[in-house]
Structures are given as C-alpha cells and as structure tokens.
C-alpha cells in the first residue's frame, strides 16, 4: 500500500521560507511524474508544482521564481522549496503523483504566512 507523508510545515513570517518534504513508500517512487498540490481554507485543492521523472519541472504562474520543486529517487523523497512566501501561499501542502488516478492522499502539511 502506497503512503506519502508530507512534513516540514510551520508558521512563518511574510518573505520568509519554508522546505517541505514527501516521503514515498509503497511505490516504485522513480516510474512516476510527482507534484505539491495545496487547500487553502475555503477552497479547493490546487496544482503547485510538478517534476517529471526526467527532472523537468513546472510551476503555477503564482508561485514561478520562488518555490523549487525537486526528488531524490535514491530516497524515494520529494521536495519543495519554498522562498519568499506571501499570506496567499497559506494552505495545506499535498504531494501525489501526477495521473488521473492519484495515490490515496496523505494528511499533508500545513503552512501558514502571517505576521
């Protein structure tokens, strides 16, 4: 059975940063394109950032040139850096899987920008 858990959440302030983390078991975690998804309160989840197997990466335009996504197959782990962050990058933070058909979801990571 497949099991993401994602850490490395917290509080911080407006411009400051955060590095998440996606821990992967269950899955041969290297076969698959992988993403950060986010919920912010009152809303519905959306796409952050994805990285292919390949390395290749793409981010929402709201995000672009301050989060960094990235894996490190050997440890079946995915990152998310996350810098400058604003109020509006408060949310529970969600890695999966990129297909129609996503791992059960973990309980994600919350981060919150406030000052």
């Known amino acids: 059975q497949v099991q993401l858990v994602e850490s490395g959440g917290g509080l911080v302030q407006p411009g400051g940063s955060l590095r998440l983390s996606c821990a992967a078991s269950g899955t041969i975690f290297r076969i698959y394109s992988m993403a950060w998804y986010r919920q912010a309160p009152g809303k519905q989840r959306e796409w952050v950032a994805t990285i292919t197997t390949g390395g290749g990466t793409n981010l929402v335009d709201s995000v672009k040139g301050r989060f960094t996504i990235s894996r490190d197959d050997a440890k079946n782990m995915l990152y998310l850096q996350m810098n400058s962050l604003k109020p509006e990058d408060t949310a529970v933070y969600y890695c999966?899987?990129?297909?129609?058909?996503?791992?059960?979801w973990g309980q994600g990571t919350q981060v919150t920008v406030s000052s």
């Open positions: 999966n899987k990129v297909a129609t058909r996503p791992f059960s």
